[in-house]
T-cell receptor, first 112, second 113 residues
């Protein structure tokens, strides 16, 4: 199946600094989804990107889908301690069966 | 509360034993997905059911099996348990069978001693 790779695996930032995580695939993705998992919690859907070059914003979070639809990024401006958690990207499948393969995730730690 | 219910929340058992994890999807959702999350493996897709039928299979061991019942709840059976099976098992649901948004349950933490 399609594999998505995320970098970095870990990121430590001071509160107020920006943070970016990248998701890369060797094959073209039909669409991409981002999820956030708080420590001790379960993954929660953030956003889905479908179109080539698409950019979506949610408050301090900016999501981008690459022009070739092979990569995506999540950028957080001025991190807060509430941003702590693991951010996952996932291909939303190339088939009609919705086999979602998650990246390894980026674990974000925010130091106050 | 996500609407996806998983039981039990915690389970401790011994090697060689068999356990069953249960999942009730969000109301109206027809698909159920099972994922395994361990410290060094991230979120591993195990299997998907849609309206009672198996739709996609991932890295699910032969010792593991699952099914979805007519009322759409699902069970994941883990047998001949090994230490390495200790993990958090998530169930997620979605309305359709395709590339839908997943709603995850709180997970079942399995510890094999």
């Amino acid at each position: 199946g399609q594999q998505v790779m995320q970098i970095p695996q870990y990121q430590h930032v001071q509160e107020g600094e920006d943070f970016t995580t990248y998701c890369n695939s060797s094959t073209t993705l039909s669409n991409i989804q981002w999820y956030k998992q708080r420590p001790g919690g379960h993954p929660v859907f953030l956003i889905q990107l479908v179109k080539s070059g698409e950019v979506k914003k949610q408050k301090r979070l900016t999501f981008q889908f690459g022009e070739a639809k092979k990569n995506s990024s999540l950028h957080i401006t001025a991190t807060q301690t509430t941003d702590v958690g693991t951010y996952f990207c996932t291909n939303a499948g190339g088939t009609s069966y919705g086999k979602l393969t998650f990246g390894q995730g980026t674990i974000l730690t925010v130091h106050p | 509360d996500s609407g996806v219910t998983q039981t039990p929340k915690h389970l401790i058992t011994a090697t060689g034993q068999r356990v069953t994890l249960r999942c009730s999807p969000r109301s109206g959702d027809l698909s159920v997905y099972w994922y395994q999350q361990s410290l060094d493996q991230g979120l591993q897709f195990l299997i998907q059911y849609y309206n009672g039928e198996e739709r996609a299979k991932g890295n699910i061991l032969e010792r593991f099996s699952a099914q979805q019942f007519p009322d759409l709840h699902s069970e994941l059976n883990l047998s001949s348990l090994e230490l390495g099976d200790s993990a958090l098992y998530f169930c997620a649901s979605s309305h359709g069978s395709g590339a839908n948004v997943l709603t995850f349950g709180a997970g079942s933490r399995l510890t094999v001693l």
